[in-house]
Structures are given as structure tokens and as C-alpha cells.
């Protein structure tokens, strides 16, 4: 069993910033990508960013240049750190892992979500 737990949500004024964390803990043998997704109502889940355990990024369009994408490999865990945020980027926020298991089985894995509110 995999868990992803996210922390850091919350509510921000245009402008501000917040920082996401999501530590994965539980039976596996490696974590490659980890990434987070959003989802805002009445919206598809879309992709925000992601990073390998090398540290290569992708970044939608969107997000370039006020999201940073980091990772503790040691810790399992994996960062977002969001400046300049706009009321558009209000969503429900998700951490996912692609897991390698015991058994060398490969899981998709996410976590529950962290509420991000942009609003004065």
C-alpha cells in the first residue's frame, strides 16, 4: 500500500504565494515521476507539473514561470511552490507518483487533494 498525503492548501489573496508538499510513505521499492495535477469545479483534472527522479521538470503553459516543482528524493517527497497566484488557479490540488512495487508491479498512485483558494 502507497499513501500520499498533501499539505499546504489553503487561502491566498491574488499575488500571494503557497508551497505544497506531498510525502509518499508506505511498501515500495522506488518512486519515479512525481507531479501534481488540479482540478478546478465544473473542470477537467488537468496536468500542473511533474519531475523525475533525476529532476527533469515539465511545466504547463499555464504555470511556467510562477510554479516550481521540486523533490526530496530521501524523504519521498515532492514540492510546489506557487508565486503570483490568480484567482484562476483555484482547485482542488492532487499529488501523483508512478511507484514501482514489490513484485516490480508499476502503480499510478494519488493523494487525496489540498484545497488551493485564490480570493480577496
Known amino acids: 500500500q502507497v499513501q500520499l498525503v498533501e499539505s499546504g492548501g489553503g487561502l491566498v489573496q491574488p499575488g500571494g504565494s503557497l508551497r505544497l508538499s506531498c510525502a509518499a510513505s508506505g511498501s515500495f521499492l522506488r518512486i519515479f515521476t512525481m507531479g501534481w495535477y488540479r482540478q478546478a469545479p465544473g473542470k477537467q483534472r488537468e496536468l500542473v507539473t511533474t519531475i523525475t527522479s533525476g529532476g527533469n521538470t515539465n511545466y504547463a503553459d499555464l504555470v511556467k514561470g510562477r510554479f516550481t516543482i521540486s523533490r526530496d528524493n530521501a524523504k519521498n517527497t515532492v514540492y510546489l511552490q506557487m508565486n503570483s497566484l490568480e484567482p484562476e488557479d483555484t482547485a482542488v490540488y492532487y499529488c501523483?507518483?508512478?511507484?514501482?512495487?514489490?513484485?516490480?508491479?508499476?502503480?499510478?498512485?494519488w493523494g487525496q487533494g489540498t484545497q488551493v483558494t485564490v480570493s480577496s
Open positions: 501523483n507518483a508512478e511507484v514501482l512495487r514489490f513484485g516490480l508491479k508499476r502503480t499510478n498512485d
